[in-house]
């Protein structure tokens, strides 16, 4: 009996004394694929290509974020980077106010962010870029209290139709997108010009008309999670409470015919419509975002 | 200070402090010999680190360099988009329209040289007789000045002006180009126009060193002894450097991670210079290279090059020519150089990174036609091919090694071979070099350079850069001194400044 105590003893110090260090250890490290990241070599890395904008501590504040909100180069590039203390993400395949998963922030990195000073660091190695998805998580208390949240479950996507692209419609009106995007989708909706993010920060809605890739992805896939798990700290919220998912398809079709300078078998269907035809024949008439004639 | 920057820097502090320290101890030593002076120019090389483009995007000079000017993968990519991240925001309409795409980059420093066989007059002599001297000469001094404009003149349209000068402010345009990038809405087709950097994979415009010795790559500019002898009057300069600017025409195209890469060039056969002073023909060269990740290694890269040039024998026309001398190429007219001959630049490349520590390895094969190599117009009617000439053969090596502990240090070394394995001219042992007749040995004119040297950066900035410069370098060329044929040895030593704003 006493040596089952002991042994018992035994058993919990060694846990006591272990249970720190293996918990230190998964907090330093990301898992993506058959990846394991490292946050000491992503430390390095860290203070080689992120920290000028990123800041020391993470927190969005580095050189080039000047804490009046002027961005020295213009206006177009007033968007904070992103502050990794808060730990608050847009791209997410898990539900909004959740943390995202190692992969989330993976592909982020690989992709960059559209119509921001974010590059794509697909040049990087997929080593380097899963060593800085760990270190990034050692910046924020919320990844040593929080798991990330479970991934949204994505339905096989309908093959688009007329119908489909007809109902997404309606519901782009019911759903009130327009207030922020603009009965157009040219991101110049009632609403737009009061928008902030959650630095306080002014922040544009999309422009589909630019025909420019979404924030978080190309695919229709990358799409439907946008408007599913939203865009945390953002003004764009998330629909998963409020749409069926083939709905959510239908706005996926819908919004892909405003990309009229982009070529989409969505953009061809609704074309193919006498409603569709005029509606994308005006749109284009109306030129090209900055008016220019040329894509800039 | 914060707890990341105070800890980075206290540990790369405590690791840099050792090896600079030992660097300056060793290379002091080398100090010791200083017996007469002689003035030798730094060489005017632009070289390229732009904060222009940090401060448009504003990103720190780590982001885009390894060690600026050295390219990191990440500012490769962005060089081949043209000087774009690709995030829908890099025309010009996106910036402050006050912004002013403008660099300016310069060195101060204090540096030695040493020829351990120059020319110099006998004193002894009467007659103007020529002996050899220890030639030695150090103090303070600067470089060039180059300066950068590059960037966007709307999406996917780029360009480059260089002006650059010798330290004297003699100015000339290094690089002028304007580029077509993702034509067709894809990265396989770039379409660049001017006068540029050929798209070797190791750039000499972004070379790590500085000193007369080492400044520039040897293999890059390396021509023959026997070349250029000024024997027969009819028979233009023949200068070519794989490492110069050209001019022509470059189609160059990449994967979207840059991984893999091509570029196929026209190019003028005028080594660059403009209003083509010698002939009207033309030149290719060609890369190609393949980058693979191997696990936490890093990015590995290989790749193969190729450059096809012609250069003329003599010129069509003259023009004044009062020297008596028929087709006398001091009178030329521009263009009409003729009776071209073949040469030839080939070679691999391979780019390894173990972590922290890179290694660049190159070969070189190399020849040039036998009239090139003994300054011998391609017409007998001015003059006509020494006995036993032949096409000069020559093999290379350069091995480059970088250990690069943080984005605030790196060490480099390098060590550049060159064995002629074809002389131009027969080899007659025991006998000196006799320009247009003989040379004494298969191995004359082989060189060998070793370079060792670091650059610290006290800091990291999106808006300028400054970095702590020590360098020590030398040659060891076979059979060219001057007077006696003997070995010709030259090194260099240099500590300065050198910044970017």
Redo the contacts between chains.
Sequence with gaps: MRKMNLAKCLTGIAVLLVAPLVLTAQQGESHIGKLTGNAG?GK?LY???C???HG??GDGN???WLPTGN????P??NIQPRNFVAATFKCRSTPTGTLPTDEDVYNSLGR?????????????????RADLVAFIKTLSERWKTEKAGAEINVPAEPAPTVQSIQHGKELFTKLECWKCHGPEGRGDGPSASTLTDSNDQPIRPYNFA?G?RFKCGTTNHDLYKIFMTGLDGTPMPSFADVIKPEDAWDLVHYLRTLQVSRKSPELALWEGTKEGAEIVKAQKVRGTP?G?G??? | M????ST?LKRGMRNHAFSVLTAILVLTILLVDSRSAAALPIPGTSMRAIPAFA??????C??CHQAWPMLS??G???KDNGYQ?????D?P????PA?WPVTFRMTTFWHRENENRAQVDDPTSTTGGQIEGNLTTHGFDWSGLDFHTGGTL??NVSFYVLPSSDNTGAFHFETVFARLDNVAGTSWLNIKLGKFELDNLLSEKRILTLTNVSGVYTNYHFQPATENNGLNPAFPLFSFGIGDNQDGLEIMGHS???RTRYSASILSSNDGTPNLPTSRTYDGFFTVSQAF?V??L??QRVGAFDYIGQAPTYFQFTEGNNSGIPGNAAFGLPGTGIGNRRFYRAGLIGQFYIKKYDLTAMYFHSSDDKYLATGTPFNPAYGTLPTGAQNAIWNGALFESHYTP??QFILIQRVELVRMSQQALPIVPGTPYTPGVSVPSLSFGNENVYTFGGRYYPFI??RAGFAFHGEYAFSHQIGTSPVTGQNLDFSSLLFGFDFAF
């Excluded at chain 1, 961005?71 to 213009?74: A, C, Q, S």
């Excluded at chain 2, 401060?55 to 720190?60: F, L, Q, T």
Aim: charged fraction near 15%; aromatic fraction near 14%; include cysteine.
């Design positions: 070599t390095q203070f080689r290509y920290w000028g904008c020391f501590r580095g050189e080039n961005y020295p180069n213009g177009n590039l960059g962010l559209t119509n921001s000073n974010m590059p794509s660091w697909i040049t990087l190695t997929n080593q380097n630019g420019s900055t220019s040329v894509n800039q | 914060s707890h990341w920057d980075l401060r448009k995007y504003g990103m720190p780590s982001s993968p990440f490769q990519a962005f991240l690709g995030n829908e925001r025309a309409i996106y910036q402050n912004y709307a999406k979207k991670d840059d990740q696990g936490s890093g990015l943080s984005p900035s999106s």
